[in-house]
């Protein structure tokens, strides 16, 4: 192909080939869909979507392809969010506003193709998936700033919901607005952790005399800025797509190490792959005992159960007394020998949260 019109030719051509290929695929979803309703299997797999990703991977890498895995990660989790809607249509129900950085995680699993649910509060995503008005939630549940989210953590106590899924999405902010020039801009808004977190930005930007207005929430600032020419926002990525704000610059915050792990909450258990992780909370019966967290936590080491974290937090208990639960996460599947080992010796004291792929951080 030497000119560009050919170039334009053989990827129209490609281009036929895999709305073909993929229309295949569609209909195969289809018959899993009737399936599955039958059977009553669970829509969501992340643990056979990780390992038709990391195949696919691989395959590309071995015959020298244009795709990484980031690539390939990209495109088929759009397919899969596709294919998920042809064989159920999806609600999620997540942390909003609608443009924050929870429903920026939501979509990164579920696509645009499936309907959100923008909820005010962590505690009405779960009543909300309880009730069967949303098939999913999408919550934060640790923030590697500013630590564990405890409310994520007391309502996963309560609920009969199950974690089963977990991403953890970079927070980055961008700078949004309708201004031909910088000089044109008289005002910014965002929330106010944001003008905090972009403070070398804003200096260098020369935007020291700038009016900074605090909002509610990025997604307000992004709405404030699509009205004013004048105006912009600090604001996630999603809300100023969303809002129709033009991004001038990307990942503006002074810190880059700044990541939120979320779970993806539901009614169904996920079956075991070779790459899981488990959490549960433990309210031990001998807590006020010298050593006995030390001896429940050899139980884990004793069947080679790697803990990737434990983190106490208070019981509400109505007699008003001090008591904690603890928090773990530890590698495998609640199924797998060796850790049933455990749970069958503590089954008093356990109580199970969910397995699922363990995500990439």
């Known amino acids: 192909m030497k000119t560009l019109e050919q170039c334009r030719v053989a ?4 281009d036929t080939e895999l709305l073909e ?8 979803v289809e018959r899993v869909g009737a399936i599955k ?31 990484n895995k980031a690539a390939i990660e990209a495109i088929f989790l759009e397919i899969f969010a596709v294919a998920r809607n042809l064989e159920l249509p999806e609600r999620i129900a997540y942390l909003g506003p609608e443009g924050s950085f929870t429903h920026q995680a939501a979509e990164s699993r579920f696509g645009a193709m499936s309907e959100y649910l923008s909820l005010n509060s ?16 999408v919550v934060p549940i640790e923030n590697s700033r500013d630590g564990i989210v405890g409310e994520t953590l007391d309502l996963l106590a309560q609920s009969s919901m199950k974690i089963v899924a977990e991403l953890y999405m970079p927070i980055h902010v961008t700078f ?13 808004y965002s929330k106010d952790k944001g003008f905090g977190q972009c403070r070398d930005f804003l200096s260098e930007h020369g935007f020291n005399d700038v009016e900074l207005i605090p909002v509610e929430s990025t997604a ?3 709405i404030l800025a699509a009205e004013d020419d004048n105006a912009a926002a600090i604001c996630s990525h999603i809300a100023a797509k969303l809002y129709g704000v033009p991004v001038l610059f990307e990942n503006i915050e002074d810190e880059q190490e700044n990541t939120t792990r979320f779970v993806i909450l539901s ?13 549960i909370l433990v309210r031990l019966k001998d807590a006020v005992k010298a050593g006995a967290l030390v001896h429940f936590l050899q139980d884990f080491d004793d069947q080679q159960i790697n803990l990737s974290k434990i983190e106490s937090r208070p019981a509400k208990d109505k007699d008003g007394g001090f008591a904690y639960w603890f928090y773990i996460d530890f590698y495998g599947h609640i199924d797998e020998p060796r850790i049933q080992k455990v749970v069958q010796k503590h089954q008093n004291e356990i109580r199970w949260l969910g397995s699922y792929v363990k995500g990439e951080n």
């Open 122 to 137: 962590i505690e009405s995503v779960f009543k909300t998936i309880e009730a069967g008005r949303a098939k999913f939630g």
């Open 11 to 14: 990827i129209d051509r490609i």
């Open 176 to 188: 949004a607005t309708k201004a031909q020039k910088l000089e044109d801009i008289t005002k910014i």
């Open 21 to 28: 290929l993929l229309n295949k695929r569609m209909e195969v």
């Open 267 to 279: 009614d169904f258990k996920n079956g075991m792959s070779d790459d899981d992780k488990t959490s």
């Open 37 to 67: 309703k039958d059977t009553g299997g669970a829509i969501y797999r992340p643990e056979r979507e990780k390992a038709i990703i990391e195949r696919l991977s691989e395959l590309s890498k071995k015959s020298g392809g244009v795709l």
């Open 220 to 222: 307000k600032a992004a």
